[in-house]
């Protein structure tokens, strides 16, 4: 499919929000490829996609993971609309978008929690998913912004910071990937 046809067919399968969410992902997506020198197609792919597995529900997304022999961990059983629509979206998008490219399929796996030593696509979607204009409630977002445009590793560290400390404080579950990114990226900040 055609980055267009993505984009029709995107809005036809999400809530207008998410629809809205994923547009603005692509967009930012595409302004820090321009910056950093990534392929400015790729990124946009990759955002307007990113979350094309985000409609079903936690029952769903287990039955469809078990269906395509996604090996399911006990977190993500536990939390499966947070930790099991990446995995699955980058089958999806593979299945049923056409996407070959591996860089563009591991950065819609990893979108939600990261991982150590990511690509530079797989860093520009994890930032841009976060910082899109429509992300507003967000701690101290308008610096994250800022320093997206300066240093993709040091937007990293202080994003899964941020997301460690408001799983912590909702006493949610954190998959040990998301663990893993935060100290692998302050090592690299250091
Ligand atoms: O799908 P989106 O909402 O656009 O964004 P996302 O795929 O990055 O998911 C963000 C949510 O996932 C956010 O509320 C934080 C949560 N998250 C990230 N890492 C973990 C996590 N949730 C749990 N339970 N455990 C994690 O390790
Ligand atoms: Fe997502
Ligand atoms: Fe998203």
Excluded: W
């Amino acid at each position: 499919m055609n980055i267009d046809d993505l984009r029709k067919n995107m809005k036809s399968i999400l809530s207008d929000s998410r629809y809205r969410h994923s547009v603005g992902t692509e967009e930012v997506c595409f302004d820090l490829a321009l910056i950093y020198g990534e392929d400015t197609l790729k990124a946009s792919i990759a955002g307007i996609i990113h979350d094309c597995a985000r409609y079903l529900t936690g029952d769903e997304l287990i039955e469809e993971c078990e269906r395509n022999n996604i090996m399911i961990s006990d977190v993500e059983r536990k939390r499966p609309h947070l930790l099991l629509h990446s995995k699955l979206g980058a089958i999806y998008a593979k299945e049923k978008y056409g996407i070959m490219d591996e860089d563009i399929l591991k950065a819609i796996e990893f979108h939600t929690t990261g991982r150590p030593a990511m690509s530079r696509l797989e860093k520009i979607l994890y930032i841009a998913d976060y910082i899109e204009p429509n992300r507003n409630m967000i701690q101290s977002i308008d610096y994250i912004r800022e320093i997206a445009y300066q240093d993709l590793d040091e937007a990293i560290r202080i994003i899964t910071k941020q997301t460690l400390e408001y799983l912590s404080s909702n006493i949610n579950l954190i998959d040990p990937l998301t663990k893993e990114t935060y100290d692998y990226y302050v090592n690299q900040c250091k």
